[in-house]
């Protein structure tokens, strides 16, 4: 059991899709400026005494306060956390059954299955009756579990609650730092402080979310060359060194990290895992059929794989390419109103999509990708930008400066090409002669991010 706990909290890992360092908590300095919030007093060894604010308290802070207790308590395996584990398990007795199913028919006499024949056609009414009362019922509990995303008022659906994915994120986010534990950054390692900093800006300045507002956020850097940087929907960041190497400066670093904030804010995981779970219960039945109607085993297990790579592009790919085009516009606008430069953010993607031309790395086509390309998103972040400009006008920021960091960039990167062509006869390739000035190779230098006293805006 400990193995399948093991097991599901990795996937549960890849669904949340986040990561982070440390143990600093960012309780009383961001979701508390006035007041400490929560206050962890250690008793002696075992006992933990947990004092938090009633003024403040929302989903998270009830969830984590309040407690008083002498062990450590034992918690209830969260519901998502359960059904993946269970996930394999309904899958084979689908299999096991479609299978039985076959093999009863197979062994049947001949005159038994003419009379089966002909009992389902007598009956055909009736079981069309039946199967429609039962599609009937499953939509009708599908619309009871319809909510609408914050901030954008999509509607989606919702199996399981906001709160139940906090204590799998709690779950997860503990998994994380052990996994982490030896590759975290001091909290006063510049690089740490440079993120931190980004964070409780993008926090302070979005506070009028109550999504924002109710979460203790917290800052963990991993020393890692992976590019990478994902937001626990308890509000624990995790930010790569990897990621921190790709970013040119701090407009696009809190680009990146308001695009993670917004996963968490908008409840991505929950999102994604509630379509997930639907789409396997729904596809037992697909699975149950493969088995009855393969002639063979080997024909079955085909069948299956080509039913669980069909719902991937048709289902989950696409899904998940819209959610990251929602945290792409959420990300932005939390990040405009943090008074980012957010011209920077169709810049970030077209560096990525040139390092990834340098370093030769395969990229799967959009339709087979669980993300847009680099080049749709930073044309998608594009037309996003003059709407970002305008909410950030109206948050008492400092201007920007005269020249668009797009525009630099491109001027920058024809420069280099002209450049790369005269030199072609020197022996350089292209990509080696672009790699210093366009993408940067070294994290931007730490610096107060936070903004300047409010002037003009541009
Ligand atoms: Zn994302």
Redesign the pocket.
Known sequence: MSLLCSNALRAARSYL?THLTGNLRLCKQVCCPVQRLCSPRRVNSNICLMLCSKTRAGPVLAHRGRHLHTTAPKRALPAPLVWMVLKPLQKLLAVLLGRSIRKWWAALPHDRRLLLRRWVQGHRWHLAAGGSVASLIVALLLLTHLDESPLTGRVRLLVFSRETYLELADLTSEAYMEEFAELLLPVTHPLHQMVEQAVQLLVQRNKDILEVSQVPWSVHVVESPEVNAFVLPNGEVFMFTGMLKSVADVDQLMIVLG??MA?AILQHSAEQASLSHVVDLLSLLVVTAIWVLCPADSLAVLGGWAKDKLTELIFNHPYSRK??AE?DQVGLQLAAKACADVRAGPVFWQQMEIKDQLTGELKLPEWLST?PSHRNRSSQMDRLVPQALELRKGCECPALPLADPRAVFTETVRVLLEKAKQREGGGLGVAQQLQPASVPAEPPAPHNVLPPPAGGDQ
């Open positions: 899709h695009h993670e996963h959610l990251e945290a993300h």
